[in-house]
């Protein structure tokens, strides 16, 4: 029984609302198998004394926190959607930075510049890369 009352007492102590940052990230996992491990216990103190149908069930709850805490959050990789057509002239200029006079050298420079952070294969993403894109298009095609 004192095992009993102490992993209640661990539990309680893990799940207390100020400790909230245990359960961020992968924490979760942690409380979900410490909870598996105390419906495990419970299933084996209440099938002991002789409660069969209350240590199944517990038995049965632990086995379900158990693929819970085994199982790794899905991560889902966000839609990126194409810039709009109808990019304007200062919201083009805003991205890349430039002044309203800007040569072609200046909207280029401040392209490859910009571009060499925001690239997916250096770690930026696709929709930052497809922003300066329209912006440097928009600006050419102004040009030209």
């Keep these: 029984m004192i095992y009993l009352l102490l992993g209640v007492a661990v539990l309680a102590f893990l799940l207390w609302p100020r400790r909230r940052n245990l359960l961020k ?3 979760w996992r942690v ?3 410490v909870a598996a491990i105390v419906a495990f216990a419970f299933a084996g103190y209440a099938t002991i004394r002789g409660s069969w149908g209350t240590g199944i069930v517990l038995g049965v709850l632990g086995l379900w ?5 085994r199982r790794r959050p899905v991560i889902r990789r966000q839609v990126v959607h194409p810039p709009r057509d109808d990019l ?3 919201e083009a200029r805003a991205i890349l930075g430039v ?9 280029k420079a401040a392209y490859a510049r910009l571009i060499r952070m925001a690239h ?3 770690g930026g993403t696709e929709g930052l890369a497809a922003q300066l894109n329209a912006a440097r298009d928009r600006l050419i095609k102004r040009r030209g």
């Design 88 to 90: 304007t002239l200062s």
């Design 31 to 33: 409380a979900a198998g």
């Design 99 to 107: 002044s309203a006079d800007a040569s072609l050298e200046e909207i």
């Design 25 to 27: 990230g992968d924490g």
């Design 120 to 122: 997916p294969d250096v």
């Design 65 to 69: 926190t158990v693929t819970e805490a």
